[in-house]
């Protein structure tokens, strides 16, 4: 094994779109772990790519603190332990956790967030961070728990192509809702609809949007799950039915945006319909995982869920992976893969 390490570090903090001028590629020694403490040493096999990162190379308060500048890339990922004196986290042992921008990190069991998580025997890396990945968790828990949808009423979803919001709607559908799924392109809107039987979907950048959800949805929208904010929950704003929920589980249009853009016009509806609109984030709900997976492992089983992964490759894209997911690029759960488990 060589005793180099490669790393991705934050260079420099993105006042617009985030992109590759913003890391630096640089060799480092190859860290070592406390085999005393249990630590283990990871190779990174595949990373997650999360619009999330965008909020964390910001120094600006939420819920994780900021990745620090001259810092590896916060990411997560899944390993393969290749150092290990620990009898849970033996040597060969698939793992998922935080492993960053890096071919190596150490693996502590101790870690507050994210310690090593042996992989469940069979599963590959790619469904582990897709469909078995925070990325369901959220769609599971956000809709479920946050969206509350009742059979028979209508659920409309923004971002529905993606990993997040494909998962939304096709448990909207399996829980008897009506849905309508909201995506940019017309290779995501006829996957939506022919690969996860959502009821109708919008074609975002070729369709008037607002018109389109009150000509879909004429008895109003009952829960709306909004991953895009902006517009799109303007949109949404004008077309709730009276006591309808709206899931705030991100805003990604406005992510690389330079100066915060103005909030809803409308907002105004949720006081006249009775609207009741909350934000979520699913490391709350990180307890009640076992919950979630075993639910998504029976759709899977059955047919029912639908997903895509897409697998970009090579350490030096990993930057340029990142902005796929705001240009749109990726098609489903954005992944790199750097080695295959040995
Ligand atoms: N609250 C939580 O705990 C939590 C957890 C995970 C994710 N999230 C949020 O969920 C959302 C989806 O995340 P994901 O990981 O599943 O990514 P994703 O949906 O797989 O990928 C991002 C998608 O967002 C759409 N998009 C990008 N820029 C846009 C823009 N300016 N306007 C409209 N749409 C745009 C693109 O789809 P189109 O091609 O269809 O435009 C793109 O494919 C994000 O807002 C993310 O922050 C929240």
Redesign the pocket.
Same mark, same amino acid.
């Given at each position: 094994m060589s005793d180099v390490n490669r790393q991705w570090l934050l260079k420099a903090r993105p006042t617009g779109m985030i992109g590759p001028e913003h890391f630096e590629l640089v060799e480092s020694a190859m860290p070592r772990p406390d085999f005393e403490a249990g630590q283990v040493l990871v190779k990174t096999l595949m990373l997650s790519f999360?619009?999330?990162m965008r909020g964390w190379v910001m120094d600006e308060p939420s819920y994780l603190p900021p990745v620090p500048l001259g810092e590896p890339m916060r990411a997560s990922g899944v390993g393969q332990v290749v150092q290990s004196s620990n009898p849970a986290l033996p040597v060969g042992t698939l793992v998922q956790g935080l492993v960053n921008w890096q071919e190596y990190s150490i693996g502590d069991p101790r870690h507050p967030l994210a310690p090593p998580t042996p992989l469940p025997a069979g599963t590959p890396p790619g469904m582990a961070l897709s469909i078995f990945g925070?990325?369901s968790l959220?769609a599971y828990f956000?809709l479920l728990d946050v969206g509350q949808p009742q059979p028979g009423e209508t659920v409309l979803v923004s971002?529905a192509?993606?990993?997040?919001?494909s998962v939304v709607a096709q448990i909207a559908r399996l829980k008897g809702a009506r849905v309508v799924g909201i995506?940019?392109?017309a290779d995501?809107c006829q996957w939506l609809r022919e690969a996860c039987k959502v009821d109708e979907v919008i074609d975002y950048k070729r369709e008037d949007l607002p018109a389109r959800i009150a000509q879909l949805c004429p008895e109003g929208v009952n829960v709306f799950f909004d &991953?895009?904010g902006g517009d799109?929950l303007e949109a949404a704003l004008a077309n709730m039915a009276d006591f309808g929920r709206i899931v705030l589980?991100?805003?990604?249009?406005g992510y690389n945006d330079e100066t915060p853009r103005p909030g809803p016009r409308n907002l105004m509806n949720v006081v006249t319909r009775r609207l009741r609109m909350q934000g979520?984030?699913?490391i709350d709900y990180l307890a009640r995982a076992n919950e979630a997976v075993a639910a998504l492992a029976e759709w899977v089983a059955a047919g029912e869920l639908a997903w895509r992964e897409d697998v970009q490759e090579g350490f030096e894209n990993i930057p340029a992976t990142l902005q796929r997911?705001?240009d749109?690029r &990726?098609q489903?759960?954005?992944l790199l893969k750097l080695a295959d488990p040995e």
């Open positions: 999360d619009p999330a925070s990325t959220t956000g971002g192509a993606g990993a997040t919001g995506a940019g392109g995501k &991953n895009v799109t589980c991100g805003a990604i249009a979520f984030i699913v997911l705001f749109g &990726n489903g759960k954005q």
